[in-house]
C-alpha cells in the first residue's frame, strides 16, 4: 500500500503524522509527505524521517487572513492543489490521511479530485475548520474526544506507554509550556517553589529557550535546586520520572501526559484557535482525569490546592483511558478501504 499523509503547521499534528508513518513502515508500507513551506513541516521531516519521499508546498493558513491576505493565501491552495495532484500519480498513492492543520488542504482536496480515499484525524476536541469542512468526504473520521469515532484514543508513541506506571505520592513535579514555554506556567512555577522545595517535591522545568535564562537565575537566586531546561528532546523520560505535572493543554501533551499515567494540571494557552486547549482540558477534567485553570489570579492557588489531592485514583484512570497502537488501527482502517 502507498500512503500520502499530509499536513501539519503545528508540532502536535506533525506528531500524529510521525506516528502514522512509523506504523505505515512497521507494517511494509510506503507513505510520502505532503506538507508546507511555513510552520514547522520541514523541521520534522525535511531530513531523517520514514517518509520516502517529502514534498514542502508554499501554503500558509487561510483562517487568520483578511482582505488581500486571505485570498493571497487561497491562490496559493490552489497552485499547491495541482501540485498535490501531480505528486499523488507520480507515486501511485492509494489514499491520504489527512492530521489536519492548514498544510493539509491542497493534498486532501487533491486526494478527493482522483477519486482515492480520504482519512482524517483531528487532534482536538472542537474540530480545526478545514477539517469540518472535509468531514462529510471522508472514509473515516478519527477523534479521541468523540464517541461515535471507530477508533478510540489518540496516536502516541510507544515509550510513553513503557513508561507507564501508577503515581502514588507526590516526589516530583514537572512543568511543561511547550517548545516555545510559557511565561505563566514559568512565573507560576517561580512562585510556589520555596513551598515546593519545603515539602521536599524535585521540580523539572521546561521553561522554553527564550525564558530559560531568566527561569534558571530565579530558582539560583530563591536557592532552589530544580531540573531546567529550554528545550529537550527527553520529554518522555522526564515525564516518566514525575508524577504531576502542570502543562499547556495542546493534544499531544495531553495524551502523552494520558498514556504515561501521569496527573496533570492543565493551564490552556488562551490564544489557541476557537479555545481549543480549554476544552481538550475540559474532556479531561468532565472524565474526573484531571485539573484545569485558565491562566489568572486563581491559578496559583489552584495548584496549592492540587498538590494536596491524592493521585493514584486519577492515575490509575488515566492509565486504563488510554489506547494502545492507536497509529496501527488507523493503518488497519485505512489497509481495508485499500
Known sequence: MKLCITGGGTGGHLMIAEALVEACVKEGHEAVFIGSLKGQDRKYFEKNSKFSHVYF??????????????????????????????????????????????????????????????????????????????????????????????????????????????????????????????????????????????????????????????????YERKGVDAEVYGFTKDLPALIANADLAVSRSGASTLWELTASGCPALFVPYPYAAADHQYYNAQFIVENNLGWCEREGEELRSKLLHVIEEPLKEKSEALLNYSHKDVAAKMISEVKKYV
Open 57 to 218: 508546498l508554499d501554503t500558509t493558513g487561510v483562517v487568520n487572513q483578511k482582505g488581500l491576505g486571505k485570498l493571497k493565501a487561497l491562490f496559493k491552495v490552489f497552485l499547491a492543489f495541482f501540485k498535490s495532484r501531480s505528486i499523488l500519480k507520480k507515486h501511485n498513492i492509494d489514499a491520504t490521511y489527512s492530521v489536519g492543520g492548514f498544510s493539509a488542504a491542497p493534498a486532501s482536496l487533491a486526494t478527493l479530485s482522483v477519486f482515492k480515499p480520504l482519512f482524517i484525524h483531528e487532534q482536538n476536541a472542537i474540530e480545526g475548520r478545514l477539517n469540518a469542512l472535509l468531514k462529510p468526504y471522508a472514509k473515516e473520521f478519527i477523534s479521541a474526544y468523540d464517541e461515535n469515532s471507530p477508533i478510540k484514543g489518540y496516536p502516541v508513541k510507544d515509550v510513553f506507554f513503557k513508561n507507564a506506571r501508577i503515581r502514588d505520592e507526590l516526589k516530583t513535579i514537572i512543568f511543561l509550556g511547550g517548545s516555545q514555554g510559557a511565561k505563566a506556567i514559568n512565573d507560576l512555577a517561580l512562585s510556589v517553589a520555596h513551598k515546593l522545595n519545603k515539602k521536599n517535591i524535585h521540580i523539572i522545568h521546561q521553561a522554553g529557550e527564550n525564558d530559560y535564562e531568566r527561569v534558571k537565575a530565579e
